[in-house]
């Protein structure tokens, strides 16, 4: 077990370049931000050649990324064109959407599981086909619909939540967000749960449990629903690395000033070290999670061994 | 039902506690008096994340430049709705050649940290802005005066051979000379620039924390910043000047889109918005009614052509580009895409200047006007397109140009009976189409906005059209256009020079470097709440003067 982490941890360290370097490609490539900063205006050559010093932008691709990385591990995470630096920036954006990814990932084990074991266990119901149908409508309905729609419904029309959060973005303002974050992958869930249940019902120790005469909560819980959310695990463990990064819909919807919303503005600016730096604590949190979810296995079924 | 009372009584609790977290950060100004009023006297206006720190000299954009209107008053300010610059600490600028100019400041004013308004305020302020060492975006602006290339040189890499513009000479503590290095009568009308704002002795003492939190001289003081998504202002008491703020405060808060703050502004959380998203122009009327404002700003759309590239400089180029630009139906545009945010352009200034300050309607004449059947003809005489087609450029990453720049396209083709003749080219960002821009790299026509900086009709003329000027992004160059540049700005009396400026301005419907098409207008909405709302000509709000119900 602690080799198994060990290696996965050494894995993680050329993934983690590898992925800073692409981003830092990327975001070179969009142009110079430099000449952007003037607006309409022609740049001024020498103020112009003046802020790519102090940027570090004079320097060629290779010599900007190692600078970029050597001040990372220093905690260096370089300054946004606002004069803010992006450990700032992040310090502000991170707990906001780590909050809206609890609340959305809240959503989706609990609604997500519970329909999904209610819908595994009454294959072809009235129920079943009902969730399916629903759960289908939501996968096909763009984010950015649904968004709007629950935010002019409740927002507008009822008055029952604000529709925009407020800077500080506490957890009962970031309900009817997260939920709309969460809708996509929660019919995810729900679909994966019900086709695992579904099959596991029909399995040994299932059985073999009722044969027992175990109670039918205890059947479902401690056994069916115990080896039937290895799929789900792995899909939600997953889905933290893509809620957090993939709420730039979300958060532009609902005026949350949050990681996805910095990451746009970012690309927008062509700012290099707030574009690196979110991605590289996003892929960070991508890699622990697969690492958690891999782990979580053996929680799951004992039989997985670590070696 | 249940579940819905329990949301009421979540909503009762949230806003109980909103008001008083309210009261209790607008106690220490004394403005939470307004009985009855959900807001306490207090505008709530959305607004956006400005781009680069809040110094005069190093804002360029508008989100930016908003707080610094409010928080700062220059020599001049311009007038809300005539655009003429009008003397505000200045107590008098006078000048016998166009060239040295006399200033001498009203006595009375002070900075919100009670430090007093005097020379120094401006000569330091603006060494620090023309010093190439500080990078500040806006340092071309003191190029007009002497030494400024000294302290800020202009090739890439130089270094600075003085730190303070030998053209800056304080004579009392409220009055200072400035010399020019060339002849500007129109110099003193755009010292209303944010850019020339005076900075107090904290600017410089402590940088970090003035930036943290500004400190001007305006009818407004920032009681908090949270960068990135709240400033809040207040109305300051101590403000000495003719246009105190009419409201308790302005509270700015960043939306991460014009879509949410309007629907913010349809749930009653914000008061004001002043960028009404192009989705909802066509329901806003009916929302808002007279609550909407839709006026011409100081903005002005063209397509620029490169004309360094040899399939733009041949000698009948001209007519081809004359003949593109009648091919253009401005009106049907500017109506089904634009939803009547636009004005069809008839002269390459803009509206808010208004016919003293030189905005001449028609000024372009046929040439600008759509005409297809001339329009095939003047191109066939120009020798036809280059290579039998062209492409506008633009940037696909903001502002939507994609829309208007097919309708543009289309209209060409429409004229030339060519479905083939122009098609749009994208580039993705912003950044990477000025940077092509810049190093002269395109080929094509490609679109071009140019948003005033002082409303004066050299602002649109000189750094667009003059040879090897700033911005001229076409490179256009002809010797009677800048001579007449020239006398323009040596005449004396300001009404002969914008006469010159506009014999000057006839040259461009000659030489076409670029096509007019429309004047953008500044929209906004607000709130019952509201009152005595307008924008000025930059299409910002004027704060001050807004009441609140």
């Not at chain 2, 513009?165 to 755009?190: A, C, H, I, M, Y």
Request: glycine residues 8%.
């Amino acid at each position: 077990m602690g080799r198994y982490v060990i290696r996965r941890l050494l894995q993680m360290i050329p993934v983690f370049i590898g992925s800073t370097f692409l981003i830092f490609v990327m975001v070179y490539a969009l142009g110079d931000p430099v000449a952007a900063l003037f607006g309409d205006h022609a740049p001024d050559p020498a103020t112009a050649a003046q802020i790519r010093h102090d940027l570090y932008l004079d320097h060629s691709l290779p010599a900007q990324y190692i600078h970029y990385m050597k001040n990372i591990f220093t905690g260096n995470f370089g300054e946004a064109f606002s004069g803010q630096s992006v450990t700032s920036l992040m310090g502000s954006a991170f707990p906001v959407t780590i909050r809206l990814t609890i609340v959305a990932i809240l959503f989706e084990i609990i609604i997500g599981i519970i329909l999904g074991v209610i819908t595994g266990m009454k294959r072809g119901k009235p129920v079943d086909t009902g969730v399916l149908l629903l759960t289908l409508v939501v996968i096909s309905v763009p984010t950015f619909v649904t968004g709007y729609v629950l935010q002019y419904l409740f927002g507008v029309q009822l008055k029952w939540v604000a529709s925009s959060v407020s800077p500080s973005a506490p957890f009962n303002e970031l309900i009817l967000p997260g939920l709309v974050l969460a809708l996509v992958s929660l019919a995810y869930v729900t679909r994966l749960t019900r086709t695992s249940i579904a099959e596991n019902t029909r399995a040994d120790y299932v059985r073999t449990a009722v044969a027992k005469g175990l109670p039918r909560r205890q059947v479902i819980v401690r056994h069916l629903l115990r080896n039937s959310l290895i799929p789900v695990v792995t899909f939600i463990g997953t889905d933290i690395g893509a809620l957090m990064g993939g709420a730039i819909v979300t958060e532009r919807i609902f005026n949350i000033h949050g990681v996805g919303y910095q990451l746009y503005q970012g690309i927008l600016r062509n700012n290099a070290p707030t574009v690196v730096g979110f991605v590289t604590i996003l892929v960070l949190v991508f890699l622990v999670a697969n690492l958690l979810v891999d782990l979580l296995y053996a929680v799951l079924d004992p039989r997985i061994r670590y070696a | 039902m249940r579940g819905a009372t329990r949301v009421k009584w979540a909503v009762g609790v949230m806003a109980v506690a909103l008001t008083a977290a309210a009261c209790g950060g607008g106690s220490d100004n004394g403005g939470g008096g307004g009985s009855g009023s959900s807001s306490g006297g207090i505008v709530r206006a959305s607004w956006g994340d400005p781009q680069n720190p809040l110094e005069p000299a190093n804002t360029n954009e508008v989100q930016g430049g908003k707080v610094l209107d409010m928080i700062f008053r220059g020599l001049k300010k311009y007038d809300p709705k005539t655009a003429k610059a009008e003397n505000m600490i200045a107590d008098s600028i006078t000048s016998t050649d166009s060239q040295n100019f006399d200033i001498k400041l009203k006595s009375g004013w002070t900075f919100s940290n009670g430090e007093p308004v005097n020379a120094d305020s401006f000569i330091n302020a603006w060494n620090y802005d023309a010093l190439l060492k500080n990078a500040q975006l806006n340092a071309s602006f003191f190029n007009y005066i002497d030494g400024y290339e000294q302290v800020h040189p202009d090739n890439p890499g130089a270094k600075s051979t003085a730190t303070t513009l030998s053209g800056l000479q304080k004579v009392s503590d409220l009055e200072f000379k400035v010399r020019l290095n060339q002849k500007f009568s129109l110099w003193p009308d755009t010292l209303g620039y944010s850019a020339f704002y005076p900075l107090p002795k904290a600017f410089f003492d402590n940088h970090a924390a003035w930036l943290r939190k500004p400190i001007g001289n305006g009818p407004y003081t920032i009681s908090s910043y949270t960068k990135g998504s709240l400033m809040s202002l207040r109305k300051w008491d101590g403000y000495k000047g003719p246009d105190p703020a009419q409201n308790n405060g302005v509270d700015l808060r960043v939306y991460t889109d014009n879509n949410t703050a309007y629907t913010d502004l349809q749930a009653g959380n914000i008061d004001l918005v002043d960028d009404i998203p192009a989705a909802q122009l066509t329901n806003v009327k009916s929302d808002l009614g007279s609550r909407y404002i839709n006026e011409p700003a100081g903005i002005i759309q063209t397509i620029a052509f490169p004309l360094y590239n040899a399939r733009w400089s041949s000698a009948n180029s001209a007519k081809v580009r004359q003949g593109l630009s009648m091919a253009i139906n401005r009106k049907q545009i500017t109506d089904q895409i634009f939803q009547q945010t636009r004005t069809p352009a008839s002269d390459w200034t803009s509206p808010v200047l208004g016919t003293a300050g030189g905005f001449k309607e028609g000024l372009c004449g046929d040439e600008c006007t759509y005409n297809p059947a001339k329009a095939k003809q003047m191109i066939q005489q120009g020798g036809g397109l280059p290579g039998g087609s062209i492409t506008i450029g633009y940037n696909a990453d903001t502002g939507s140009h994609k829309e208007w720049v097919d309708a543009v396209c289309n209209s060409i083709n429409n004229a030339l009976g060519n479905n083939k003749a122009c098609v749009g080219a994208p580039t993705g960002t912003f950044a990477d189409f000025r940077n092509k821009i810049t190093n002269k790299q395109l080929n094509n026509p490609f679109r071009s906005g140019w948003q005033m900086d002082y409303p004066l009709i050299q602002d649109f003329l000189q750094p667009l059209y003059f040879t090897n000027a700033s911005s001229n992004d076409s490179h256009y160059s002809n010797a009677n256009f800048d001579k007449l540049v020239n006398e323009a700005n040596a005449e004396t009396n300001s009404s002969n020079a914008v006469g010159k400026f506009q014999d000057a301005e006839r040259q461009l419907v000659t030489d076409m470097p670029a096509i007019p098409l429309w004047y953008q207008n500044g929209s906004a909405g607000y709130s019952s709440n509201l009152s005595n709302v307008l924008l000025n000509p930059f299409s910002v709000p004027v704060y001050n003067e807004i009441k609140v119900k």
